[in-house]
């Protein structure tokens, strides 16, 4: 009697494991397939969910349902502050909403998302020996983003009004400098964390600003957290997104525009959106900080093939330029991983870019008390 | 022998009649409204994250983490409730008891500006308003070459106008059933005793009308503390943080600790003031004013003061329902609102994707992800009104027929808690609770269900004032005499109580209808990609400065809410007594 139930409870068990045991090993195994083998698979899904911190997955949804007609491309315009937090709360209630998580905030990634298996590393074999080791560990970078000072060239047509971020804190430059909540969007918190990590520079570039040593306020540990209670107590203006910011500091015929943090990339939309947006790569100690936007797959996508396309898509095809999929991303100010993607002509080349590259281990130590900081401020 | 006189008494128990729906009712609210109040406090007592009280109460955080919010929170209290007050009871006074020409006009047009929804009635401020401040569109005054200061375009004084006429409909309806009743009786007495107008004003009226005054104030002093989007679109660009911002925020950036504690005490304030509000008028037990028949008083004579209140009355009726409604259109029309009446087209509504027009986005006809909000929105709505309308129903009749004991108590206190529970804690309070997986049960995060849950629990205690309104006109006769002959309580409710009452039931339910989808506040933590609503929907767009699909999604809802709301009010032939001449 007893060996009867010890049976089928093995039996049981082993018809639960099973299951997963295979799903892991077709894991293991689609990662090594090529998007020709993954097509069939991918077919039979039918679907595939990203959750994109950029609205250009609207432009790559259009892209990849032309090149993969039978697959419905489902894409969300999510922050990737909203995204961590979505991830988590989806993840601890059981349920795989996306396929694809394409994100910044690469320190909470790694260390959240990542470090908790909410989601999972994927590297296409395709252009896996284009990319450099460092873009490809723990997560693939598909390309490196910007948060950086901009300004608007039709108002200032021979360089930057500012030569040093301190002059940002000074008087010209009240309730006229612009960026978004860093409590609401985490790239704008990366920025805030490395200028607080940078702090030597910072203290170096006040004292080329101003002549003198900086003295701290009270409260107040570095040269970092010094500058960015100056920029608040400057009246920095913060808007909800950095559509806001693009609008604010680049449009066209404004006398006297204000000056901004947001991405080099944006300066694409300028014809289109009526914006004159210049990146001021010569200000002092940097204009700002480039990191990489990366790609994962979520742990327990329902669509795993079509998720693994995606990706590969994303990378770009075998043309120089990238092709279909990369397009939306072969701008100025967007920087390829992949180093057979031929630089944009019409940008800094990253060699001359002065932006600080940010270090996400390093970022993610002191990321919550700048968070702190800047709550204290508002 | 203990044993055996227990199972008697225990026998007695369940065969009391009605006792098994007592305690079938009992459950579904505990589940619906005692259980997730009771997770997010427990949450926020657990070792891990204790330490969140701290840092919203005393620790350098605090000023800005809750004491400024605050602040903010209390004087757009005050100020709503002063407000709606001073406007509500104006109109409820000039339509009441004067000879004011155009008297129905303006008592119809008093009650239309809470049928729009608050986050509308922001938007079309902005349209109208917005500055340079933020860059990017500026609003129709602006346009026109106004300079339209900081204090006019954002924060608290947008806020608080947006809001008292959001909020004055509800006072004004509240005072003016009040002043219906005031016995004229009262006044010609006082009148043949010589008494001025001042003197009968302070001396009858005013304490007459007071429970009705304080009753209509702190209800808007609860919309006003409760309220998410105005604030959230207004006083955001400027910093201004209300408790519900606050909370929202620390929701969005994953410091759900924080978020849960204010939270908590957002909770405890606003209760603390309607229990403060419902404490004056109970203080004073007898407010009889019907006094067998009195006739309706002769109205005051407002002289030559007749036309000028008379236009100041639809005045403010109109800026409050008329202009919102008619700047949300035409900006959805309006490629700028600062040429609100230039260039209209039709792009907004139906065009197709083009990259140069808003980064691509298509029409909202076009828009597959307003189409999926539109049909999960009206989906919530329906379900929501049919579940709370039957839920209230069945509340109310375990209520009336067991009148006494601890089981009706605390059913009859848990279903109008939520009257307490501003939307957005509510909101905070089902995600602790219903985010992870209990026991078996899947967790129910980003599913239609829990959105159902928490709207149906959030709005169950106007489906249960419904179902108690609709019980009490039935007469217990009919009841009676159903149960002699045998028929089952499912039988006696759908052949006798429900056909009875369908007109009341059915404007109930249109209610409910209306109070969700044109919600944000409870929905806007519940949303996720996959499980849009169009409130959410559109409160996104206007915040990435997308005005023109905002609006335009703003502009469906209002037609739905404004639509069902009059059909409701029809549905009911509400009796306004105010009108009766």
């Known amino acids: 009697m007893k060996s009867l139930l010890q049976s089928v409870a093995v039996v049981a068990l082993g018809a639960l494991a099973l299951p997963a045991l295979t799903l892991s090993a077709l894991a293991a195994d689609m990662d090594k397939k090529s998007p020709e083998e993954l097509l069939d698979a991918a077919k039979a899904e039918g679907q595939v969910v990203v959750y994109s911190f950029t609205s250009r997955i609207k432009k790559v949804e259009a892209a990849f349902e032309e090149a993969y007609p039978e697959i419905d491309l489902v894409g969300y315009d999510i922050s990737s502050t909203e995204q961590i937090t979505r991830l988590q709360a989806e993840h601890q209630a059981g349920v795989a909403n996306a396929d694809v998580v394409y994100i910044s905030d690469a320190p909470v990634v790694f260390d959240k998302l990542l470090g908790a298996g909410i989601i999972g590393p994927y590297v296409p074999p395709r252009v896996a020996d284009r990319v450099p080791a460092e873009f490809k560990n723990p997560l693939l970078a598909q390309r490196l983003s910007t948060k950086v000072l901009m300004y608007n060239e039709q108002s200032h047509p021979d360089g930057p009004p500012v030569s040093n971020l301190w002059e940002l804190t000074t008087a010209p430059w009240k309730g006229r400098v612009v960026m978004v909540d860093p409590l609401q969007r985490g790239d704008y918190l990366d920025l805030m964390t490395e200028i607080v990590l940078q702090s030597d520079a910072m203290a170096a570039a006040y004292e080329a600003q101003f002549g003198k040593t900086i003295a701290l306020a009270s409260g107040v540990n570095n040269a970092g957290e010094q500058f960015i209670a100056d920029l608040f107590a400057n009246d920095v203006i913060l808007v909800g997104s950095t559509d806001d910011v693009n609008a604010a500091v680049g449009k066209l015929g404004q006398s006297n525009p204000p000056i901004g943090f947001t991405s080099y990339s944006d300066r694409r939309d300028n014809a289109e959106e009526g914006w004159a947006l210049q990146l001021a790569n010569s200000v002092e100690p940097s204009p700002g900080i480039v990191f990489p936007a990366v790609l994962g797959i979520a742990e327990g996508a329902k669509n795993p093939a079509a998720a693994r396309l995606v990706i590969d898509f994303l990378m770009g095809d075998e043309s120089e330029t990238g092709g279909a999929g990369f397009k939306p991303f072969y701008v100025p100010g967007d920087y390829a991983t992949r180093t057979d993607i031929v630089p944009h002509p019409d940008a800094v080349p990253l060699s001359e870019f002065a932006a600080w590259r940010v270090n996400p281990e390093k970022t993610a130590t002191i990321r919550a008390e700048v968070a702190d900081l800047v709550l204290t401020l508002q | ?581």
Not at chain 2, 92 to 109: E, H, K, N
Not at chain 2, 178 to 194: C, F, H
Not at chain 2, 480 to 488: N, W
């Open chain 2, 1 to 581: 022998m203990a044993e055996l006189a227990l199972g008697a008494s225990g026998r007695r128990f369940f065969a009391a009649p009605g006792r098994t729906l007592s305690l079938f009712v009992l459950a579904v609210v505990a589940i619906l409204i005692a259980a997730p109040l009771l997770k997010i406090t427990l949450v926020t007592l657990a070792p891990e994250t204790l330490g969140a009280w701290r840092d919203v109460l005393s620790s350098r955080l605090s000023p800005n983490l809750f004491y400024k919010p605050l602040t903010n929170t209390m004087i757009i209290g005050a100020a709503v409730a002063g407000g709606c007050v001073l406007i509500g009871g104006f109109l409820a006074w000039l339509v009441v008891m004067t000879d004011v020409p155009f008297r129905r006009s303006i008592a119809v047009l008093s009650t239309l500006p809470f049928m729009i929804p608050s986050f509308a009635a922001a938007m079309a401020w902005s349209v109208l308003f917005r500055n340079e401040r933020l860059g990017g569109q500026i609003g129709f005054l602006q346009g026109l070459g106004l300079d339209i200061p900081d204090w006019l375009a954002w924060g608290m004084v947008p806020s608080l106008i947006v809001l008292i006429t959001h909020y004055y409909s509800l006072t004004f309806t509240v005072i003016a059933a009040a002043l219906a009743t005031v016995n004229s009786d009262l006044v010609e007495a006082a009148q043949m005793a010589g008494a001025k107008r001042r003197k009968v004003f302070f001396g009858i009226i005013l304490p007459v009308t007071l429970p009705a005054v304080i009753a209509g104030g702190s209800l808007a002093f609860a919309g006003g503390v409760s309220n998410f989007a105005v604030p959230a679109l207004l006083g955001l660009p400027v910093r201004m943080q209300t408790l519900s911002t606050r909370i929202f925020g620390m929701m969005e950036v994953g410091q759900t600790a924080r978020g849960y504690v204010i939270a908590i005490l957002l909770v405890l304030i606003s209760a603390f003031f309607l229990w403060l509000g419902n404490r004056l008028i109970t203080g004073r037990r007898s407010y009889a004013t019907i006094t067998g028949k009195g006739g309706r008083a002769k109205r005051f004579d407002l002289g030559g003061l007749r036309w000028p209140l008379c236009a100041a009355a639809i005045g403010i009726s109109v800026f409050a329902t008329i202009v919102p409604i008619f700047v949300l259109i035409a900006s959805s029309f309006a490629p700028s609102s600062s040429a609100l009446f230039s260039n209209w087209t039709l792009h907004y509504w139906i065009g197709q994707s083009t990259p140069s027009i808003a980064q691509g986005l298509a029409g909202i006809a076009y828009n597959p992800d307003i189409l999926s909000a539109l049909t999960i929105t009206l989906g919530l709505g329906f379900t929501v009104a049919a579940v709370g309308t039957v839920l209230g129903l069945l509340v109310s009749y375990s209520l009336v027929r067991a009148k006494r004991g601890v089981v009706p108590t605390t059913v009859s206190q848990l279903c109008f808690l939520p009257l307490f529970i501003p939307g957005i804690a509510f909101g905070a309070a089902y995600i602790a609770l219903y985010g992870a997986p209990i026991g078996p049960f899947p967790a129910l995060y980003g599913t239609f269900a829990l959105l159902v849950l928490a709207a149906t629990a959030f709005l169950l205690p106007f489906a249960v004032q419904t179902g108690r309104a609709v019980i009490q006109q039935v007469s217990g006769d009919l009841e009676e005499s159903a149960r002699l002959t045998g028929a089952g309580f499912l039988r006696r409710l759908s052949a006798i109580t429900i056909p009875l009452s369908i007109r009341g039931l059915s404007a109930g339910a249109l209610l409910v209808f209306v109070k969700i989808v044109r919600d944000l506040s409870l929905v806007v933590l519940l949303f996720t990609p996959t499980m849009p609503v169009l409130s959410v929907v559109a409160y996104r767009y206007a915040s990435e400065g997308f005005a023109q699909f905002a609006n335009a999604v703003a502009v469906v809802i209002l037609g739905i809410s404004v639509a069902v709301s009059l059909l409701a009010n029809k549905l009911q032939a509400k009796s306004q007594p105010w009108l009766k001449n």
